[in-house]
T-cell receptor
Framework: AQTVTQSQPEMSVQEAETVTLSCTYD???????LFWYKQPPSRQMILVIR??????QNATENRFSVNFQKAAKSFSLKISDSQLGDAAMYFC??????????????FGTGTRLKVLA | NAGVTQTPKFRVLKTGQSMTLLCAQD?????MYWYRQDPGMGLRLIHY???????AKGEVPDGYNVSRLKKQNFLLGLESAAPSQTSVYFC??????????FGPGTRLTVT
């Protein structure tokens, strides 16, 4: 079964600095999707960035980028020029394809990011 | 475009009571999901639906039932609530590109 591991329960970063959140996963699939979601105190889950495993190029969305290492099964999120509004829980997620032919999603336990003014 | 909405936002139940959580999406998505989120844990999938009239079990389905009578609605039912079902419940729908959009969540407390 696929698993997603976020080994950093909490991280802190100074405003305007750069921070990297780690995520590793385990799978025997060759084609899959990976995601980072943000959950601010409002609890709304918001998609930050997605990566298709078949693409070698790392995904980028404005100040957010990923370092996708397929062989190492690593998918880290880099936040540049951190802003106070980036403070939230960040979840890494993997899309699995089960034997019934349906896609399901597996989430890590989250990393709480604090942004210090 | 409201996206994904959930009703109610908060609810307190006594053990043994029943209730239904409603999820609605206006994005014409085929796939819809119900998750629960407990402290210190990631989201866990309860049930999901790949289209109108279809449902399937996820990772933690026991104690819950679902129905998808209309494409835009996905209902989650608790027939006999237990304290272990105290949680925050999230509904989501997804695009053909596998991007999930989540509702704001329902905080359920079972006493």
């Amino acid at each position: 079964a696929q698993t997603v591991t976020q080994s950093q329960p909490e991280m802190s970063v100074q405003e305007a600095e750069t921070v990297t959140l780690s995520c590793t996963y385990d799978t025997s699939e060759s084609d899959y999707y990976l995601f980072w979601y943000k959950q601010p105190p409002s609890r709304q889950m918001i998609l930050v960035i997605r990566q298709e495993a078949y693409k070698q190029q790392n995904a980028t969305e404005n100040r957010f980028s990923v370092n996708f290492q397929k062989a190492a099964k690593s998918f880290s999120l880099k936040i540049s020029d951190s802003q106070l509004g980036d403070a939230a829980m960040y979840f890494c997620a993997y899309r699995s394809y089960d034997t019934s032919g349906t896609y399901k999603y597996i989430f890590g336990t989250g990393t709480r990011l604090k942004v210090l003014a | 475009n409201a996206g994904v909405t959930q009703t109610p936002k908060f609810r307190v139940l006594k053990t043994g009571q029943s209730m239904t959580l409603l999820c609605a999406q206006d994005m014409n998505h085929e796939y819809m999901y119900w998750y629960r989120q407990d402290p210190g844990m990631g989201l866990r999938l309860i049930h999901y639906s790949v289209g109108e009239g279809t449902t399937a079990k996820g990772e933690v389905p026991d104690g819950y039932n679902v129905s998808r009578l209309k494409k835009q609605n996905f209902l989650l039912g608790l027939e006999s609530a237990a304290p272990s079902q105290t949680s925050v419940y999230f509904c989501a729908s997804r695009t053909p590109r596998n991007e999930q959009y989540f509702g704001p969540g329902t905080r359920l407390t079972v006493t």
